[in-house]
Protein backbone atom coordinates (compact mmCIF):
# COMPACT_ATOMS: atom_id res chain seq x y z
CA UNK A 1 0.00 0.00 0.00
CA UNK A 2 1.63 3.45 -1.27
CA UNK A 3 0.31 6.89 0.32
CA UNK A 4 1.52 10.27 -0.07
CA UNK A 5 0.75 12.91 2.98
CA UNK A 6 0.92 15.96 0.97
CA UNK A 7 1.03 18.23 3.48
CA UNK A 8 3.08 17.81 6.56
CA UNK A 9 5.41 20.33 8.39
CA UNK A 10 8.35 18.24 9.28
CA UNK A 11 10.35 21.55 10.13
CA UNK A 12 8.09 22.50 12.93
CA UNK A 13 10.03 22.43 16.34
CA UNK A 14 7.03 20.18 17.14
CA UNK A 15 9.29 17.59 15.68
CA UNK A 16 12.83 18.56 16.79
CA UNK A 17 13.29 15.78 19.15
CA UNK A 18 12.48 12.58 17.03
CA UNK A 19 12.36 13.69 13.47
CA UNK A 20 14.40 10.54 12.46
CA UNK A 21 11.49 8.10 14.07
CA UNK A 22 8.52 10.06 12.70
CA UNK A 23 10.44 9.93 9.10
CA UNK A 24 10.68 6.35 9.91
CA UNK A 25 7.23 5.24 11.08
CA UNK A 26 5.87 6.82 8.30
CA UNK A 27 7.80 4.54 5.85
CA UNK A 28 6.67 1.46 7.97
CA UNK A 29 3.17 2.80 8.02
CA UNK A 30 3.46 2.71 4.01
CA UNK A 31 3.97 6.53 3.12
CA UNK A 32 5.84 6.75 0.12
CA UNK A 33 6.53 10.46 0.17
CA UNK A 34 5.78 13.69 1.97
CA UNK A 35 5.41 16.94 1.29
CA UNK A 36 6.68 19.83 3.80
CA UNK A 37 5.46 23.15 2.97
CA UNK A 38 7.18 26.44 3.91
CA UNK A 39 5.13 28.95 5.33
CA UNK A 40 8.16 31.96 5.61
CA UNK A 41 11.57 32.03 4.40
CA UNK A 42 13.16 30.37 7.48
CA UNK A 43 10.58 27.40 6.76
CA UNK A 44 10.93 27.30 2.96
CA UNK A 45 14.80 26.49 3.71
CA UNK A 46 14.27 23.99 6.21
CA UNK A 47 11.68 22.24 3.92
CA UNK A 48 14.47 22.00 1.14
CA UNK A 49 16.61 21.05 3.82
CA UNK A 50 14.90 18.16 4.83
CA UNK A 51 13.82 17.47 0.88
CA UNK A 52 17.86 17.02 0.66
CA UNK A 53 18.11 14.97 4.13
CA UNK A 54 15.25 12.15 3.33
CA UNK A 55 14.64 10.90 -0.16
CA UNK A 56 10.58 10.71 0.93
CA UNK A 57 10.48 14.18 1.49
CA UNK A 58 9.48 16.74 -1.14
CA UNK A 59 9.23 20.57 -0.46
CA UNK A 60 7.35 23.38 -1.24
CA UNK A 61 8.09 26.94 -1.18
CA UNK A 62 5.85 29.84 0.25
CA UNK A 63 4.93 32.70 2.53
CA UNK A 64 1.79 31.78 4.77
CA UNK A 65 -0.82 34.30 4.37
CA UNK A 66 -0.50 35.26 8.40
CA UNK A 67 3.19 36.22 7.58
CA UNK A 68 2.46 37.87 4.00
CA UNK A 69 4.03 41.24 5.09
CA UNK A 70 7.51 39.91 4.91
CA UNK A 71 7.48 39.11 1.41
CA UNK A 72 8.74 41.61 -0.28
CA UNK A 73 11.46 42.12 -3.54
CA UNK A 74 14.34 40.38 -2.18
CA UNK A 75 11.83 37.47 -0.38
CA UNK A 76 10.22 36.66 -3.65
CA UNK A 77 13.50 36.43 -5.27
CA UNK A 78 14.69 34.16 -2.69
CA UNK A 79 11.06 31.72 -3.05
CA UNK A 80 12.00 31.48 -6.87
CA UNK A 81 15.38 30.49 -6.47
CA UNK A 82 14.12 27.87 -4.10
CA UNK A 83 11.96 26.76 -6.07
CA UNK A 84 14.71 25.51 -8.75
CA UNK A 85 15.41 22.77 -6.85
CA UNK A 86 14.54 19.72 -8.26
CA UNK A 87 12.60 18.30 -4.99
CA UNK A 88 10.76 21.76 -4.51
CA UNK A 89 7.10 20.44 -6.17
CA UNK A 90 5.04 23.63 -5.80
CA UNK A 91 4.81 26.95 -4.32
CA UNK A 92 2.68 26.69 -0.92
CA UNK A 93 1.57 27.03 1.05
CA UNK A 94 0.09 30.49 0.66
CA UNK A 95 -3.79 31.45 0.42
CA UNK A 96 -5.84 33.69 2.41
CA UNK A 97 -6.69 33.96 6.66
CA UNK A 98 -9.74 35.64 7.37
CA UNK A 99 -9.89 34.27 10.96
CA UNK A 100 -6.28 35.64 12.61
CA UNK A 101 -6.39 39.13 11.57
CA UNK A 102 -9.04 39.22 13.85
CA UNK A 103 -7.93 37.59 17.04
CA UNK A 104 -7.47 40.37 19.20
CA UNK A 105 -4.86 38.69 22.01
CA UNK A 106 -3.32 36.99 19.38
CA UNK A 107 0.34 38.04 20.57
CA UNK A 108 2.22 38.72 17.18
CA UNK A 109 2.15 40.31 13.85
CA UNK A 110 -0.47 39.01 12.00
CA UNK A 111 -0.69 40.23 8.16
CA UNK A 112 -3.59 42.58 7.33
CA UNK A 113 -6.35 41.60 4.67
CA UNK A 114 -4.38 43.54 1.84
CA UNK A 115 -0.80 42.32 2.97
CA UNK A 116 -2.17 39.30 2.23
CA UNK A 117 -3.88 39.66 -0.91
CA UNK A 118 -1.08 41.16 -2.56
CA UNK A 119 0.92 38.43 -1.76
CA UNK A 120 -1.09 36.19 -2.35
CA UNK A 121 -1.22 37.16 -6.20
CA UNK A 122 2.57 37.96 -6.16
CA UNK A 123 3.38 34.06 -5.32
CA UNK A 124 0.60 32.57 -7.81
CA UNK A 125 2.09 35.11 -10.46
CA UNK A 126 5.50 33.24 -9.26
CA UNK A 127 4.00 29.43 -9.73
CA UNK A 128 2.73 30.50 -13.14
CA UNK A 129 5.77 31.49 -14.36
CA UNK A 130 7.81 28.34 -12.86
CA UNK A 131 4.56 26.58 -13.61
CA UNK A 132 4.38 24.57 -10.07
CA UNK A 133 1.23 24.46 -8.86
CA UNK A 134 0.22 25.64 -5.43
CA UNK A 135 -0.65 24.40 -2.48
CA UNK A 136 -3.85 27.07 -0.96
CA UNK A 137 -4.10 27.64 2.77
CA UNK A 138 -8.02 29.28 2.75
CA UNK A 139 -9.08 29.86 6.55
CA UNK A 140 -12.93 31.59 6.43
CA UNK A 141 -12.25 33.07 2.87
CA UNK A 142 -13.71 31.08 0.95
CA UNK A 143 -15.16 33.35 -1.70
CA UNK A 144 -12.36 35.52 -2.05
CA UNK A 145 -9.93 32.70 -2.52
CA UNK A 146 -11.63 30.77 -4.98
CA UNK A 147 -12.76 34.50 -7.31
CA UNK A 148 -8.69 35.03 -7.16
CA UNK A 149 -8.15 31.43 -8.00
CA UNK A 150 -10.60 31.31 -10.49
CA UNK A 151 -9.01 34.77 -12.36
CA UNK A 152 -5.92 33.35 -11.60
CA UNK A 153 -6.75 30.26 -13.73
CA UNK A 154 -8.74 32.19 -16.20
CA UNK A 155 -5.13 34.03 -16.89
CA UNK A 156 -2.94 30.67 -18.35
CA UNK A 157 -2.67 27.14 -19.40
CA UNK A 158 -1.92 24.43 -16.86
CA UNK A 159 -2.29 26.58 -13.73
CA UNK A 160 -3.38 23.91 -11.42
CA UNK A 161 -3.24 23.51 -7.18
CA UNK A 162 -4.92 21.88 -3.70
CA UNK A 163 -7.22 23.62 -1.29
CA UNK A 164 -5.16 22.85 1.44
CA UNK A 165 -7.03 20.82 4.48
CA UNK A 166 -10.89 21.68 2.80
CA UNK A 167 -13.43 23.13 4.81
CA UNK A 168 -15.68 24.24 2.22
CA UNK A 169 -19.09 22.48 1.81
CA UNK A 170 -20.03 20.88 -1.66
CA UNK A 171 -20.68 24.08 -3.71
CA UNK A 172 -17.25 25.18 -2.76
CA UNK A 173 -15.92 21.72 -4.00
CA UNK A 174 -17.81 21.23 -6.86
CA UNK A 175 -16.61 25.34 -7.67
CA UNK A 176 -13.04 24.01 -7.31
CA UNK A 177 -13.42 20.79 -8.76
CA UNK A 178 -14.22 22.69 -12.12
CA UNK A 179 -11.51 24.82 -12.11
CA UNK A 180 -9.17 22.19 -12.24
CA UNK A 181 -7.95 22.02 -8.28
CA UNK A 182 -7.83 18.93 -6.21
CA UNK A 183 -9.39 18.64 -2.37
CA UNK A 184 -7.37 17.66 0.45
CA UNK A 185 -8.90 15.96 2.94
CA UNK A 186 -7.32 16.04 6.67
CA UNK A 187 -7.82 14.46 10.20
CA UNK A 188 -10.91 16.06 10.87
CA UNK A 189 -12.93 14.21 8.09
CA UNK A 190 -12.48 11.31 11.15
CA UNK A 191 -14.45 13.41 13.99
CA UNK A 192 -18.04 12.95 14.67
CA UNK A 193 -19.15 15.86 13.81
CA UNK A 194 -17.74 16.25 10.61
CA UNK A 195 -20.70 15.12 8.50
CA UNK A 196 -19.98 17.87 5.98
CA UNK A 197 -16.73 16.88 5.23
CA UNK A 198 -17.86 13.54 4.74
CA UNK A 199 -20.65 14.63 2.22
CA UNK A 200 -17.77 16.47 0.31
CA UNK A 201 -15.79 13.16 0.13
CA UNK A 202 -19.04 11.22 -1.08
CA UNK A 203 -19.38 13.80 -4.08
CA UNK A 204 -15.85 14.53 -5.11
CA UNK A 205 -14.40 12.46 -8.03
CA UNK A 206 -11.58 10.33 -6.20
CA UNK A 207 -9.37 11.41 -9.12
CA UNK A 208 -9.62 14.87 -7.40
CA UNK A 209 -8.77 13.55 -3.61
CA UNK A 210 -5.46 14.31 -1.82
CA UNK A 211 -5.00 12.81 1.68
CA UNK A 212 -3.29 15.30 4.49
CA UNK A 213 -2.03 15.41 7.79
CA UNK A 214 -0.98 18.64 8.24
CA UNK A 215 1.19 17.77 11.26
CA UNK A 216 1.92 18.38 14.20
CA UNK A 217 -1.99 20.09 13.43
CA UNK A 218 -5.75 18.24 13.06
CA UNK A 219 -4.34 15.06 14.47
CA UNK A 220 -7.30 12.48 13.48
CA UNK A 221 -9.17 10.08 15.81
CA UNK A 222 -8.56 7.86 17.43
CA UNK A 223 -5.17 9.63 18.40
CA UNK A 224 -7.10 13.44 18.16
CA UNK A 225 -5.84 15.98 21.19
CA UNK A 226 -1.94 14.28 20.13
CA UNK A 227 0.60 15.63 17.64
CA UNK A 228 -0.35 14.46 14.61
CA UNK A 229 2.39 13.21 12.53
CA UNK A 230 2.51 11.34 8.36
CA UNK A 231 1.62 7.77 9.58
CA UNK A 232 -1.40 9.06 10.94
CA UNK A 233 -2.64 9.86 7.26
CA UNK A 234 -3.34 6.00 7.04
CA UNK A 235 -6.81 7.15 9.13
CA UNK A 236 -7.63 9.45 6.75
CA UNK A 237 -7.50 6.85 4.04
CA UNK A 238 -9.62 4.78 5.72
CA UNK A 239 -11.96 6.83 6.44
CA UNK A 240 -12.13 8.30 2.64
CA UNK A 241 -12.70 4.79 1.91
CA UNK A 242 -15.78 3.72 4.34
CA UNK A 243 -17.54 6.82 3.04
CA UNK A 244 -16.93 5.91 -0.27
CA UNK A 245 -17.38 2.41 0.17
CA UNK A 246 -14.21 0.85 -0.95
CA UNK A 247 -10.92 -0.32 -0.25
CA UNK A 248 -8.46 1.83 2.27
CA UNK A 249 -6.12 -0.13 -1.02
CA UNK A 250 -8.21 1.47 -3.49
CA UNK A 251 -8.47 5.10 -1.86
CA UNK A 252 -4.38 4.91 -1.39
CA UNK A 253 -3.65 4.12 -4.56
CA UNK A 254 -6.00 6.85 -6.32
CA UNK A 255 -4.45 9.54 -4.37
CA UNK A 256 -1.05 8.50 -4.82
CA UNK A 257 -1.83 8.40 -8.64
CA UNK A 258 -3.61 11.60 -7.68
CA UNK A 259 -0.29 13.35 -5.75
CA UNK A 260 1.94 12.51 -9.05
CA UNK A 261 -0.67 13.83 -11.44
CA UNK A 262 -0.77 17.37 -9.84
CA UNK A 263 2.85 17.35 -8.64
CA UNK A 264 4.86 16.34 -11.56
CA UNK A 265 8.23 15.98 -9.88
CA UNK A 266 7.16 13.55 -7.37
CA UNK A 267 8.99 10.52 -7.76
CA UNK A 268 7.11 7.61 -6.14
CA UNK A 269 8.62 5.10 -7.62
CA UNK A 270 12.89 5.93 -6.18
CA UNK A 271 11.61 5.05 -2.73
CA UNK A 272 12.01 1.78 -1.02
CA UNK A 273 9.01 -0.60 -1.09
CA UNK A 274 6.55 0.55 1.96
CA UNK A 275 5.67 -1.91 4.61
CA UNK A 276 1.85 -2.55 4.29
CA UNK A 277 -0.32 -0.83 6.08
CA UNK A 278 -1.09 -2.17 10.29
CA UNK A 279 -4.53 -3.04 10.92
CA UNK A 280 -4.66 -0.55 13.97
CA UNK A 281 -7.53 0.94 15.22
CA UNK A 282 -10.20 1.95 12.69
CA UNK A 283 -11.97 5.29 13.10
Known amino acids: ?????????????AFDGDREAVVAR???????????????????????????????????????????????DEALAELRRLAAHPKVVAIGEIGLDDYW?????????CATPEEQHRAFQAQLDLAADLDLPV?????????????????WVRGGE?????????SGDEAMARR?????????????????????????????????????????FLTPHPYRGRRNEPAHVRF????????????????????TRNATTLFSRLRVETFHPPAPMSAGPRS
Open 1 to 13: MEIVDTHAHLDFR
Open 26 to 72: AVEAGLVAIINPGTDLESSRAAVALAERYPHVYAAVGIHPTSAHLLD
Open 101 to 109: PRVPDRGWR
Open 135 to 151: IIHDREAHDAVLTLLEA
Open 158 to 166: GRRGVLHSF
Open 176 to 216: AVEMGFYIGITGPVTFKKAEGLRRVVATVPMARLLVETDAP
Open 236 to 255: VVRQIAEVRGVSPETVASQT
